[in-house]
């Protein structure tokens, strides 16, 4: 750790109390953070996660086990800021959501681990906007939800996989409580 000007100025080791491993480096230019921090768990790598003006800014990448990237992001002022995307162990697309200043906004997709489709929704203001389709793996739908302006579900519609109608109903605002509370 070094110093300029009575700062911090440099890299920042931080230590495990536990098995005296790296836990933390992070960068610092004139007393705040800067540039891609690294964290670790027992030596292995957890994320590294881009730092400006002593904030998370720009893009950050989360491991799991064996350090295969589970996720990634992009932050703007320590919030979630555009595509979040997630992945499984094999290193498969599993989920993407967008956000905008932490919140999500706009399209999410959830994939099978073949890659194909199997859910796509909108969000606005953090709820569900419009409809939620819901895929099986021959891309054919297998239930859709219409969602008010309040992301509360109002009708729904489910579907054998030979495309046959199986429900078609509209939710009752009880319901919908009920829906909400399970």
């Known amino acids: 750790m070094s110093y300029v000007n009575g700062v911090l100025h440099g890299d920042v080791l931080v230590y495990s109390p536990i098995d005296q491993t790296v836990a933390q480096r992070i960068p610092f230019v004139e007393g705040k953070k800067k540039g891609i921090g690294t964290f670790y768990y027992q030596g292995a790598k957890t994320s590294e996660i881009s730092f400006d003006n002593d904030m998370m ?14 996720s990634l992001a992009t932050y703007k002022a320590n919030q979630l800021h555009g595509l979040f995307s997630n992945y499984d162990n094999k290193k498969n697309l599993i989920r993407t959501v967008m956000y905008q200043n932490g919140i999500m906004e706009g399209p999410s997709k959830t994939f099978y681990p073949s890659g194909k489709l199997l859910e796509e929704v909108s969000y606005k203001a953090n709820k569900i906007q419009g409809s939620q389709v819901q895929y099986y793996e021959d891309g054919s739908i297998m239930r859709k939800v219409l969602y008010n302006e309040d992301g509360k579900p109002i009708h729904t519609q489910s579907f054998s996989p030979k495309g046959q109608q199986t429900e078609d109903k509209a939710i009752e605002p009880t319901a919908q409580k009920t829906l909400q509370n399970s």
């Open 57 to 70: 800014e720009g893009d950050a990448i989360f491991y799991g086990p064996n350090e295969i990237i589970q």
